[in-house]
């Protein structure tokens, strides 16, 4: 079973079962995401400073990096350290970044509706990338199921959740807000697109890189997040005034936190023994869980957009993974 087919080569029964159950524990933490921190809020809104989650999200990726390497889950290479190839891990990192404050400013531009429903074109340009960096060929099959994968997200993002106490459709975000028409500025449009191929190549390069060199993932790792605390400590600390960096913390945040970093490792060993296209279907299967989640947890409702959108990442797996 090939990478493509949703496998990884060369893993026997247990190995392969092992892989599945990476891929459906990144899954459930992806969908988990957003409902978790909606039971952070405050008042309607989030009591700490984004950017000190995300700070301690890439802390918490790097110090289990670390505990790896020091308690001998995966050797260390052997001769000198190899600290020449952390430097291409320094693109990767501000790749990220630039992407993570994209999000931020693009809330300007366009109202939160609009920004869910378009912000899949990523799925497309992340395709684009494997394609021409990773010189991969997609079958007509293959394309079709990843069309299938944007009107999904399109699909849920425009509506698949409904607060039963609003008229206003598409995600929790969306719902929770006063309502806001759908708009977009030219602007926007362009940073939207600028976001979309940032996205999909910080993903596709990353890739590359952990598939190239010959390093145990947990030093690969290492390099990454080290460049990741090093970016978003500068950003927060010239974010300007503003709750300190665990103020407003809760249980709930510290659990985000946890789970935002258990599941970037995650990614990075399917990224490194699978592909991008692969994270795009976890990342695709995971708003099954964010619905069920929130109509669980938020007591939001799952409309008729939810089960099409179900039904078309149902169809875009089986046509990418299924027997041709």
Not at 182 to 202: E, F, Q
Not at 211 to 239: D, E, I, M, S, W
């Amino acid at each position: 079973m090939s990478v493509e087919d949703g496998g990884v080569p060369g893993l026997g029964r247990p190995r392969q079962a092992r892989w599945t159950l990476m891929l459906l524990l990144s899954t459930a933490m992806y969908g988990a995401h957003a409902p978790l921190l909606a039971l952070c809020h405050v008042d309607g809104r989030v009591p700490f400073r984004p950017s000190s989650a995300v700070l301690l999200t890439e802390l918490t990726k790097l110090l289990l990096c670390a505990l790896s390497l020091l308690v001998g889950w995966q050797a260390w290479p052997q001769g000198t350290p190899p600290w020449r190839q952390a430097a291409p891990f320094a693109l990767s990192a501000l790749l990220y970044g630039a992407n993570n404050n994209l999000v931020i400013y693009l809330q300007r531009y366009m109202d939160p509706s609009t920004y869910q429903v378009l912000s899949n074109l990523k799925i497309g340009s992340t395709a684009l990338f494997y394609c021409l960096c990773l010189r991969h060929r997609l079958s007509a099959r293959q394309g079709l199921a990843l069309l299938l994968l944007m009107a999904a997200g399109a699909c849920y993002a425009a509506g698949g959740l409904q607060d039963p106490g609003t008229t206003l459709p598409g995600p929790p975000s969306a719902a929770a807000t006063s309502p806001m028409p759908l708009h977009i500025t030219p602007l926007g449009l362009l940073l939207l697109i600028l976001y979309c191929l940032i996205s999909g190549l910080s993903s596709v390069y990353t890739e590359l890189l952990l598939k190239r060199q010959r390093l145990p993932l947990a030093l690969q790792n290492l390099f990454l997040y080290t460049f990741g605390v090093l970016l978003n400590l500068g950003l927060h600390a010239g974010g300007g005034p503003g709750p300190g960096l665990l103020e407003g913390f809760s249980g709930w945040a510290a659990l985000v936190v946890l789970s935002q970093a258990l599941n970037g490792l995650l990614m990075s060993a399917v990224m490194k023994h699978g592909s991008s296209i692969t994270r795009l279907f976890v990342v695709s299967c995971s708003l099954v869980v964010n619905a069920v989640l929130s109509a669980a947890l938020l007591r939001l409702q799952l409309t008729a957009a939810f089960f099409l959108a179900t039904l078309l990442i149902g169809l875009a797996v089986r046509l990418y993974y299924g027997s041709r």
